[in-house]
């Protein structure tokens, strides 16, 4: 149910730029979504086909494109992937430090539309 404000916000950016251009229809909403983020893409288009009923927006397809999750290292300036949760065992792979801080791979960003 968490994907329900996520669809929220979404939607409503894509409807104002697409108000701003003077767009018809939107075709499909292309998506950067953080593989830290726990949003399921068969939610987001099944809340987003409920909420854009009626909307310039209506039967538009979203593309997701699942971002890797991404750490900092403080003592190197390493950026480096990782596979679990960030903490102490996420330590750098080029100096073993363990002042990391997480980047990329847990929030959601609209990439691109497709319009008409």
């Known amino acids: 149910m968490h994907e329900l404000p996520v669809i929220e916000k979404i939607l409503k950016v894509v409807l104002a730029h697409a108000a701003k ?59 480096f992937s990782f596979t679990t949760t960030p903490d102490e065992s996420n330590a750098c792979p080029v100096c073993a430090g363990c002042d990391c801080q997480l980047i990329a791979g847990q929030g959601y960003f609209v990439k691109n539309l497709e319009v008409i």
């Open 21 to 79: 251009h003077r767009v018809r229809k939107v075709l499909a909403i292309y998506l950067d979504v953080g593989e830290l983020s726990d949003l399921e893409e068969q939610w987001m288009q099944h809340y987003f086909d409920h909420l854009s009923k009626g909307s310039r927006a209506e039967k538009a397809r979203l593309v997701i494109e699942r971002i890797p999750a991404r750490l900092y290292c403080a003592q190197c300036g390493e950026t």
